[in-house]
Nanobody, 124 residues
Framework: QVQLVEFGGGLVQPGGSLRLSCAASGGTFSDYVMGWFRQAPGKGREFVAAITGSAGSTDYADSVKGRFTISRDNAKNSVYLQMNSLKPEDTAVYYC?????????????????WGQGTQVTVSP
């Protein structure tokens, strides 16, 4: 098991940027595929982005492609989500998730390690 803690949420105006961080502890970080999910008020939790342990592969939800970038630093046991050109519809609680494995996982039930979430609000 790995423990995850997210940082970096906040309030930002439309068109602005935020960088989320997720720090992991308790496991061999490079063994884990890392994902970001989000949950808007009244909606289910949805896939945002994921990255394999070697950072050799990444993928994104269509709604964030070209605006968000996922990256990781295995030496720092951290994964990041750079969010640019933010829109009000990006408002949600963002969760970091981890699963041991070597491929991108899109389904939230396949992840067995979750952070507590960080709120991102995009509003004028």
């Amino acid at each position: 098991q790995v423990q995850l803690v997210e940082f970096g949420g906040g309030l930002v105006q439309p068109g602005g940027s935020l960088r989320l961080s997720c720090a992991a502890s308790g496991g061999t970080f490079s063994d884990y595929v890392m994902g970001w999910f989000r949950q808007a008020p009244g909606k289910g939790r949805e896939f945002v982005a994921a990255i394999t342990g070697s950072a050799g592969s990444t993928d994104y939800a269509d709604s964030v492609k070209g605006r968000f970038t996922i990256s990781r630093d295995n030496a720092k046991n951290s994964v990041y989500l750079q969010m640019n050109s933010l829109k009000p519809e990006d408002t949600a609680v963002y969760y970091c998730a981890a699963r041991r494995g070597g491929v991108i996982y899109y389904v939230l039930t396949l992840y067995n390690n979750w952070g507590q979430g960080t709120q991102v609000t995009v509003s004028p």
